[in-house]
């Protein structure tokens, strides 16, 4: 199993402003994925984080609000931007290699936007 | 990715088996199922998955029907520390696919004392 470093684990943000979230991982990763969870909801995929291309975002994110990097097969960030509070949710990054059928999570960054 | 259902809440008591239902009813030949538990404020955490056979690991224990229309997550002897919402998912396995994952309601499983 992989070992998934993320941070911060969690912080309260100031509408309008961004934060940028780190996913560091113990190994070399093919996949990486972001996700958020609302409060009181279930996991919903942001994007495929792509190593030296842009992220692949699915139906209802876009890049200019959650822009995403991965500069090598360890390391992944998330930035959400221009903050509202309907931004604070729980942002999980999540990794999978081709060695292994299952997924697995970091811990999760928990934002309050204020 | 076929669509799961599961109940919303379930209880069990502290060392008795929990045995969480899962209907997958329109999954594929190639689709495996997959389950999830997420303990209150952490990421999720694998634990186990199988394709027809049913499947045992230190965690639990995967009962899949013959038809595969559905699946039984069980936890032999529960404790407090297995109170988490359980995610069923149903995925498809392919040379080269990606591996995010569909999440749904899940089961909240609480285990009292």
């Known amino acids: 199993s992989a070992v998934i470093s993320q941070k911060p684990s969690r912080d309260i943000c100031q509408r309008g402003t961004s934060l940028t979230i780190q996913c560091q991982v113990d190994?070399?990763?093919?996949?990486m994925f972001w996700y958020r969870q609302q409060p009181g909801q279930s996991l919903t995929l942001i994007a495929t984080?792509?190593?030296?291309?842009?992220?692949?975002?699915e139906s209802g994110f876009v890049i200019d609000k959650f822009p995403i990097s991965r500069p090598n097969l360890t390391f992944s960030t998330l930035t959400v931007s221009n903050m509202s509070p309907e931004d604070s949710s729980i942002y999980l990054c999540?990794?999978?290699?081709?060695?292994?059928?299952?997924?697995?999570f970091g811990q999760g960054t928990r934002l309050t936007v204020v | 990715d076929a669509k799961t259902t599961q109940p919303t809440s379930m209880d069990c008591a502290e060392g008795r088996a929990a045995n969480l239902p899962c209907n997958h009813s329109?999954?594929?030949?190639?689709?495996?199922v997959y389950w999830y538990r997420q303990i209150h404020s952490q990421g999720p955490q694998y634990i186990i998955h199988?394709?027809?056979n049913n499947e045992t690991n230190e965690m639990a224990s995967l009962i899949i029907t013959e038809d595969r229309k559905s699946s039984t997550l069980i936890l032999p002897h529960a404790t407090l520390r297995d109170t988490a919402v359980y995610y069923c998912?149903?995925?498809?396995?392919?040379?080269?696919?990606?591996?995010?994952?569909?999440f749904g309601s899940g089961t909240q499983l609480t285990v009292l004392p």
């Open positions: 999540s990794v999978g290699s081709l060695m292994n059928t299952e997924a697995f």
């Open positions: 190994s070399q990763v093919t996949m």
């Open positions: 984080a792509n190593q030296g291309s842009e992220a692949t975002y």
């Open positions: 329109t999954i594929s030949g190639n689709e495996y």
């Open positions: 199988g394709l027809k």
């Open positions: 998912i149903v995925r498809a396995i392919s040379s080269g696919s990606a591996r995010q994952l569909t």
